[in-house]
């Protein structure tokens, strides 16, 4: 997969992530273009709008296209391109078809929206309003090849979003089409957005100690200037401490997670365990400490992390916990020490 990282952005959940759990298809990753100052859907913002094939990267009308994907039924352009009012922004998806195909298209937007098909406008909804989806239905023909697909959603205030999907006349979805971009080969860049929030934000961890150990989370910068998780511990006369979260997404599409981490201090064994919703624990031990200038990566493949204890032999990965854990095994010391987890990046 080619993946020009810079130029994509993740649209995120507010409090949870799980990677997509609608019960309907709908597009879940597009190419984006805005915002313009513009509030006639009519006016050309780019020439020849209509027939538009945008490339990730290129610009039109001096602005770049970029991939989103999002988690959820729809994209907020608030978030994506900018919290603006009276203004319009473009979101187009090649649709690849076997065959010459007569199928619905769904759209909800906020405000109205003017769209676009090989060229040719199959609708014009110039309306104020609050994103609902499935609002417009308009019938399309997909030729056989390539079709261009292109959005032109307004904002005059407020919300501006954009939720579409396409199904047959009885509303099921249609699988031998395919979007591109795809959901499927930027997903990866979802569960990073959201292993990212579950590293850096503080809330929603638990923590355990054991005696007067203690452990405290907190912000540094990581490798790449980034915010990372800081774990810092004293040992005392306690053997073990930890935290754990629920990450709130399903990775069972993923064969693991790349860690990239550091650790200074006194030597001691850093646990990672992942623990699903039976209470099955399974993990990997690794060094506490590195050259504290050095940022170790390590790949916690799922299917070579060890039964720890707890619930069944079978590790769940629709809903699962990970734990930070710092033990004194026979020949470690126990003291006090600081981790920095870096990053946790899905591994496909
Ligand atoms: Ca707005
Ligand atoms: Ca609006
Ligand atoms: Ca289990």
């Given at each position: 997969m080619k993946r020009r990282i810079l130029t994509v952005l993740v649209l995120s959940l507010a409090v949870c992530c799980p990677l997509y759990s609608g019960s309907a298809d709908y597009i879940r990753c597009f190419m984006v273009c805005g915002p313009f100052k513009q509030t006639d859907l009519d006016k050309e913002v780019v020439k020849n709008e209509s027939s538009l094939i945008p490339q990730e990267g290129k610009k039109s009308a001096g602005k770049e296209w970029k991939v989103v994907i999002t988690g959820e039924d729809y994209i907020d352009f608030e978030k994506i391109l900018a919290n603006s009012d009276n203004c319009v922004g473009y979101a187009y998806v090649r649709i690849d078809s076997p065959d010459e195909h007569r199928v619905v298209l769904h759209i909800g937007s906020d405000d109205g929206v003017k769209v676009y098909l090989n060229g040719e406008t199959v609708l014009m909804n110039d309306t104020p309003r609050a994103l609902k989806l499935d609002e417009d239905r308009v019938n399309i023909i997909l030729n056989r090849g390539e079709n261009h697909l292109l959005f032109k959603v307004k904002d005059i205030a407020g919300g501006w979003a954009l939720g579409a999907r396409i199904t047959d006349s009885e509303g099921n979805v249609i699988r031998n089409i395919r979007l591109h971009p795809s959901y499927e080969e930027y997903k990866s860049l979802l569960l990073e957005d959201c292993m990212g929030r579950f590293l850096n934000s503080r809330t929603g961890w638990e923590y355990y100690i054991d005696k007067d150990a203690s452990v405290k989370l907190g912000d540094v910068k990581g490798k790449s200037r980034n915010t990372a998780l800081e774990i810092a511990y004293e040992m005392r006369n306690g053997i073990w401490l930890g935290a754990c979260k629920r990450?709130?997404?399903?990775?069972?599409?993923?064969?693991g997670l790349r860690l990239l981490y550091r650790g200074e201090g006194d030597t001691n064994s850093l646990e990672i365990k992942f623990e699903d919703k039976d209470g099955s624990i399974f993990g990997k031990f690794i060094p506490s400490?590195?050259?504290?200038t050095e940022w170790i990566g390590v790949n916690l493949m799922f299917d070579d992390l060890e039964y720890f204890y707890?619930?069944?032999?079978?590790?769940?990965?629709t809903d699962i916990k990970i734990h930070f854990a710092v033990s004194r095994k026979l020949g470690d010391e126990g003291g006090e020490g600081k981790i920095v987890i870096d990053s946790l990046k899905p591994i496909e």
């Open positions: 990450i709130g997404a399903d990775i069972s599409a993923f064969k400490k590195s050259n504290p707890g619930g069944n032999r079978d590790l769940n990965l």
